[in-house]
Structure formats: C-alpha cells, structure tokens
C-alpha cells in the first residue's frame, strides 16, 4: 500500500525552527518527486517546496524562499523540510505528496496524486 506519512509538527515561537519529515512506504520514493503544501484555516491551499526525484533540483514558493529548506535522504526513504525563522503567517496543515517538480514557477498541488494525512504547524507566542 503507497503512503506518505509526515511528522514533526508542533508549537514553536516566532523565529523558532522546526523539520518536517515525510516518510514513504509501499514504494521507493527514489523515483518521485515530493512535494510539501500547506493549507491555513480558511485559506487556499499553497504549494510551498519541491524536490525532484533525478538531481534533487528544487523550487520554493517566494514566500519561504531563504528560510525553508528541502532534502531528502532516499536511504530512509524520506524528505525533509527544515523551517527556519517562522513566523505566525507559517502557521498551517503542512502536507507532502508525490508529484513533478520543476526548477521556478507555482508548485501546483492537482498535479499531485499520493498525499499524506498532514501534521500541524502553529507559530504563536
């Protein structure tokens, strides 16, 4: 069975860190793509980073561009997004799901098929 599971939200105060993991099983993430989106309460969702599955080229959302970074490590079979400088606007359901990712442009979430179920980030003082 193909499932994304992510991990590592929480509390954190503004300008705190936090690194979201997202750990496949059921198939090797190797040969995909993985992207990370966040959706806030009433808001639509955003694509907010990518990382492609050949020369792990990636592509941010201008928004988190210089403070979040993307990595993955296919000998566990997982990605990471490393969030660093948060700010309450941060605040979100972060999801990764499979899909493309090209170097510039939105990071458009119908272009993706499997997603997690999501972990919480809240940025607050």
């Known amino acids: 069975q193909v499932q994304l599971v992510e991990s590592g939200g929480g509390l954190v105060q503004p300008g705190g860190s936090l690194r979201l993991s997202c750990a496949a099983s059921?198939?090797?993430?190797?040969?995909?793509?993985i992207g990370w989106f966040r959706q806030a309460p009433g808001k639509e969702r955003e694509g907010v980073s990518c990382?492609?599955?050949?020369?792990?080229?990636?592509n941010y959302a201008d928004s988190v561009k210089g403070r979040f970074t993307i990595s993955r490590d296919n000998s566990k079979n997982t990605v990471y997004l490393l969030m660093n400088s948060l700010k309450p606007e941060d605040t979100a359901v972060y999801y990764c799901?499979?899909?493309?990712?090209?170097?510039?442009?939105?990071?458009?979430?119908?272009?993706?098929?499997?997603w997690g179920q999501g972990t919480q980030v809240t940025v607050s003082s």
């Open positions: 799901a499979s899909g493309p990712c090209h170097s510039g442009g939105p990071i458009e979430g119908f272009m993706y098929d499997y």
């Open positions: 059921g198939f090797t993430l190797d040969y995909y793509a």
């Open positions: 990382i492609s599955s050949s020369d792990a080229s990636t």
